[in-house]
Every structure is written in structure tokens, then in C-alpha cells.
């Protein structure tokens, strides 16, 4: 690969990282933690390359003044620019977050928070008819909340649809640094509203736990017994952490 060729793809790498960085892609694969980690690797990959981009063509014209071949390194130059064309859609296109397919292919299993201590207490839920907690905070609490604080509460959970097995659920995905140690965590939507949804379909649910049902045997996925279902948006950040 020709130095040209390497400084060109340098600069849109460190380009690709500061704009999914700037219109918040990044969350799609890291915690936003990491953020300041990706700009400064961005801005010093555009630096690196545009600096060797500029120092190789004032030794290129300093060394065709001298032969008189000006047109050649011309061309040779303009070629390789247009190797940005096939780059930019490499780079610039973010792929969508993980979904329903990661939840499929990779087993649930209980939320690391939860997995700790068995024995662990958990706070009460504050007061208010609707309670909204996030799915980890819920399927811990339903698998080893030995008080109970979710019986007998409605609680707002918000996630993604997945149908598995004849199994309509609601998931999110946990990661811990980045998508690559993502693991699913999922609720069994029991009751009418939810079947009609597609996969990766974003709802905002209400409802009950049905107590007992978050187990080793069922990779801790509880059930919720429906009190309302509507579809929202897809948020900026699809990961709980």
C-alpha cells in the first residue's frame, strides 16, 4: 500500500471516530465513559495523517522541481485520492446497535450486579403508582430480592422486542466496556398488547411481576403481566450498563 494510500485511510479512521463521537454512534458500541478515550484518538489520527500528507508532497514537489516530471506525481497523487470514494462508505456507515438477533445467539443470564450476592438487600421502590426501573435493576430484583419490594407494584420498563421459542419478551442488552462483552438480560411480556410488536421493535411497558418466575432454569427472565404497552422511539444510548 502506497504512503498516500495509508495517509488517506489514517484520516478517515481518526474522521469516522469523531463523527460517531460528535451524532453519538459511539454509544452503539462503547460506554459513554469512553468518550474523551475516542476523541483523542480520532483528533490524533487526522493530525498524524495530514501531517504526512503535507510533508510527503513537499518532498514530492521538492524532488520533481528538481527532475522537471511535475505531471506525473500529479496524476499519481490524484489517483490516489479517489480511494477515498470506497473508504468513506466503510467508515462512515454505523452499523445499527446489537438487537433481537444478539439476544437469540447468545444466552441471558443473570445481571452481574445480582449474580455477586445472592444474599444482597435492595432498597425499597420509591412511592408512586408507576415505578420505573431499568430491566437489569428489575430482573435483579425479581431473581433475588428475597423481600419482595417488586410484588404487588406496577413498574415502567423500556427495551426492545424479541419473539423467541413462542415467547414474546422485552430485552436489553448489558455491556460492561464495550459491545463486544454485551449479554442479554429479558422479560417474558405475559398479557395482551405486546404480539403484534416486530423484533427490535422499542416499547415502553407497564405492568406486574408474576413472583417466582426469575430462575437458573429460564436464565433468570421473569415474567411481567401486562398493564400497558406503547412503542417509543429508539433511545441514544440501547445499552444498560
Partial sequence: MKRETQNILLILLGGALLKITINGDYLRYVKPAQQPWIIAGGAVMVALGAVAIVR??????????????VHAHDHNTRSAWLLMLPVLAVFLVAPPALGADSVTRTEARAPQSASASNAAAFPPLPAGDVVPLEVNDFVSRAGWDKSGTLNGRTV?????V????????LARMVIGCCAADAFPITVRLVGEGASGFGDDTWLEVTGTVVPGTAVR???????LTLASVRQVPAPKDPYEY
Fill in 156 to 160: 415502567r420498563l423500556s427495551g426492545f
Fill in 217 to 223: 432454569e429460564n436464565s433468570y427472565m421473569p415474567d
Fill in 56 to 69: 510527503d508532497l513537499l518532498a514530492a514537489r521538492a524532488a520533481a522541481a528538481v527532475s522537471g516530471d
Fill in 162 to 169: 424479541v419473539h423467541n421459542e413462542g415467547n414474546t419478551m
